[in-house]
C-alpha cells in the first residue's frame, strides 16, 4: 500500500521558517519524482515544486522560488520542504505527492502550516 | 500561468441522476510529446484529493466507470453518470502540460 505521511506543520510568525518532512512507504521512492502541493483555505491546490528521483534538479512556481527548497534523501524514503520568509498567504495544508506522468497520483494527507503574529 | 476555469462552481445533485462538470483552459494543452495532460481529482470531506482520470479520459485504478473524462483543445468535462451519496466533495481538473502546473478552483458537489 502506498504511504505518504508529512509532518513538521504548525504556527509560524511572519518572516518566520518551517521543515516540512514526508515519509513515504509503497513503492520505490529513488525511481520517482516528487512534489509539494499546497491547498489555501477556500482556493483550488498549488503546485509549488517537485524534485528529480536523484535529487539533481528542483523546479519552483515562482510564488514560493528563493523561499523555499524542496529536497530528498532516498536513503530514508524521505522528502523535505524547508520554508523560509514565511508570510500569511503561505498558511495552507501542504501535502506530498508521487508525481508520475505529469500529474500527483498519490498525496499525503497534508500537515497544516498557520502564518500569523 | 495557465488558467483553468471550472463551471458551475456549486452543484447540487439528485441521487442516481448525472453530472457534468466543466473545465476550460486559458490556452492548449498539447504537450511537444503530442500528450494532453489534463487530469480530474476528487477531494471527498477530510481527505486529501483522490486522481480520478489522467491524460483526459484515463480512470485510475479502482474508479467506478461512473466517472469519464472527454474533451479536446481548451475545453474539458468531468462527468458521472449516476451521482452517489459517496460521491460529493470537491472536484478539480488540473493540467500538467505547461509550467507550473495549475488546478481549476474546483466544483462543489453536494447531493440535492
Redesign the interface.
Same mark, same amino acid.
Given at each position: 500500500e502506498v504511504q505518504l505521511v508529512e509532518s513538521g506543520g504548525g504556527l509560524v510568525q511572519p518572516g518566520g521558517s518551517l521543515r516540512l518532512s514526508c515519509v513515504v512507504s509503497g513503492f520505490t521512492f529513488g525511481s520517482h519524482y516528487m512534489a509539494w502541493i499546497r491547498r489555501a483555505p477556500g482556493?483550488?491546490?498549488? #503546485?509549488l515544486a517537485h524534485i528529480r528521483p536523484d535529487g539533481s534538479e528542483a523546479?519552483y512556481? !515562482?510564488s514560493v522560488k528563493g523561499r523555499f527548497t524542496i529536497s530528498r534523501d532516498n536513503a530514508k524514503n524521505s522528502l523535505f520542504l524547508q520554508m523560509n520568509s514565511l508570510r500569511a498567504d503561505d498558511t495552507a495544508i501542504y501535502?506530498c505527492a508521487r508525481d508520475v506522468?505529469?500529474?500527483? !497520483?498519490y #498525496?499525503?494527507?497534508?500537515t497544516l502550516v498557520t502564518v500569523s503574529s | 500561468d495557465v488558467v483553468l476555469t471550472q463551471s458551475p462552481l456549486s452543484l447540487p445533485v439528485t441521487l442516481g441522476q448525472p453530472a457534468s462538470i466543466s473545465c476550460r483552459s486559458s490556452q492548449g494543452l498539447v504537450h511537444s510529446d503530442g500528450n494532453i495532460y489534463l487530469n480530474w481529482f476528487q477531494q471527498r470531506p477530510g481527505q486529501s484529493p483522490r486522481r480520478l482520470i489522467y491524460k483526459i479520459s484515463n480512470r485510475d485504478s479502482g474508479v467506478p466507470d461512473r466517472f469519464s473524462g472527454s474533451g479536446s483543445g481548451t475545453d474539458f468535462t468531468l462527468k458521472i453518470s449516476r451521482v452517489e451519496a459517496d460521491d460529493v466533495g470537491v472536484y478539480y481538473c488540473m493540467q500538467g502540460t505547461h509550467w507550473p502546473r495549475t488546478f481549476g478552483q474546483g466544483t462543489k458537489l453536494e447531493i440535492k
Amino acid at each position: 500500500e502506498v504511504q505518504l505521511v508529512e509532518s513538521g506543520g504548525g504556527l509560524v510568525q511572519p518572516g518566520g521558517s518551517l521543515r516540512l518532512s514526508c515519509v513515504v512507504s509503497g513503492f520505490t521512492f529513488g525511481s520517482h519524482y516528487m512534489a509539494w502541493i499546497r491547498r489555501a483555505p477556500g482556493k483550488g491546490p498549488e #503546485w509549488l515544486a517537485h524534485i528529480r528521483p536523484d535529487g539533481s534538479e528542483a523546479y519552483y512556481v !515562482d510564488s514560493v522560488k528563493g523561499r523555499f527548497t524542496i529536497s530528498r534523501d532516498n536513503a530514508k524514503n524521505s522528502l523535505f520542504l524547508q520554508m523560509n520568509s514565511l508570510r500569511a498567504d503561505d498558511t495552507a495544508i501542504y501535502s506530498c505527492a508521487r508525481d508520475v506522468g505529469r500529474t500527483a !497520483d498519490y #498525496w499525503g494527507q497534508g500537515t497544516l502550516v498557520t502564518v500569523s503574529s | 500561468d495557465v488558467v483553468l476555469t471550472q463551471s458551475p462552481l456549486s452543484l447540487p445533485v439528485t441521487l442516481g441522476q448525472p453530472a457534468s462538470i466543466s473545465c476550460r483552459s486559458s490556452q492548449g494543452l498539447v504537450h511537444s510529446d503530442g500528450n494532453i495532460y489534463l487530469n480530474w481529482f476528487q477531494q471527498r470531506p477530510g481527505q486529501s484529493p483522490r486522481r480520478l482520470i489522467y491524460k483526459i479520459s484515463n480512470r485510475d485504478s479502482g474508479v467506478p466507470d461512473r466517472f469519464s473524462g472527454s474533451g479536446s483543445g481548451t475545453d474539458f468535462t468531468l462527468k458521472i453518470s449516476r451521482v452517489e451519496a459517496d460521491d460529493v466533495g470537491v472536484y478539480y481538473c488540473m493540467q500538467g502540460t505547461h509550467w507550473p502546473r495549475t488546478f481549476g478552483q474546483g466544483t462543489k458537489l453536494e447531493i440535492k
